[in-house]
């Protein structure tokens, strides 16, 4: 018996779909973003002379801390599963021709995951693609984050809170490779494939994961904010001419461990300038 898989989900479960997935992960990451800058902005103290630390430590005990630390990496990713689920459940059709591209394969054929281009078919492409968009954002995004922390608008952004203990590192590369990991699959493999599926227009698509992706980095200023709805605009236009999702994972994770791990390592003074 052969099971019509090809159906499509009505626009309202799409839609409803995509807001819940959004709601246990960075959409309600960008709410208390909002809520944090609008604190920042009313504190008694300038945007500028306050503190966004990532990374932070969670406890004194270090043991402790190591523990609470995993646990916030490793239960981070279920969003990613629960997307990856959703999008391998079914397979759209594409009924007037316009989102062909966006349709998933057949089960069986590698599923959400190939038709993300998160699996492992290209890896030297894709590392070079990703060693490329790093650099590519990585420069400029340094440019940036100066101007806007001159010019006031950004608070002071501690990449690294954590104790200096032999697991620092390790665990600030785990946090870096969970945020790249989260980030890319929802933000832009997922939520531009759903987009898509509900009809919206390519320049809507990308737009508004770009200004998803600006709105939960709010809390660390309107500098932080632009920084990074351009990376989303660069990221998403990427997505929709490649169709895969690995190397803006290995941009994104190349962009965080050279922060973090840069500054639990580097001397104080060298970020004297920003």
Not at 140 to 160: E, K, M, Q, S, Y
């Amino acid at each position: 018996m052969t099971v019509d898989l090809a159906r499509p989900r009505s626009r309202r479960v799409l839609g409803t779909e995509v807001l819940l997935v959004l709601g246990v992960s960075l959409g309600q990451s960008a709410v208390y973003s909002a809520v944090t800058i609008i604190a920042r902005l009313t504190a008694d103290r300038p945007l500028s002379q306050q503190t966004a630390t990532l990374n932070a430590s969670q406890s004194p005990r270090p043991w402790l801390d190591l523990t609470y630390q995993l646990l916030g990496i490793g239960f981070a990713l279920v969003p990613v599963l629960l997307a990856v689920h959703l999008l391998n459940r079914d397979r759209p059709v594409d009924r007037d021709g316009l989102l062909a591209r966006d349709a998933l394969p057949e089960p069986g054929r590698g599923g959400a995951r190939e038709a993300l281009g998160l699996d492992g078919r290209r890896p030297g492409q894709d590392l070079a693609w990703g060693a490329a968009l790093a650099a590519a954002i990585g420069l400029p995004g340094l440019g940036l984050f100066w101007i806007a922390a001159h010019l006031g608008v950004n608070a002071t952004v501690v990449p690294a809170g954590l104790p200096d203990l032999w697991w620092a590192v390790p665990v600030l590369v785990l946090s870096a490779t969970q945020n790249a990991i989260l980030e890319e699959v929802v933000v832009v493999g997922y939520l531009m494939t759903r987009l898509r599926e509900l009809g919206w227009r390519v320049g809507a698509v990308i737009a508004t994961s770009a200004l998803l992706r600006g709105s939960y980095h709010l809390y660390q200023g309107f500098g932080a904010f632009v920084g990074n709805a351009v990376m989303g605009v660069v990221f998403g236009l990427f997505f929709l001419r490649s169709r895969r999702v690995l190397p803006l994972v290995v941009a994104h994770t190349l962009l965080d461990v050279v922060a973090f791990v840069g500054y639990a390592l580097l001397p104080r003074d060298w970020f004297d300038w920003l």
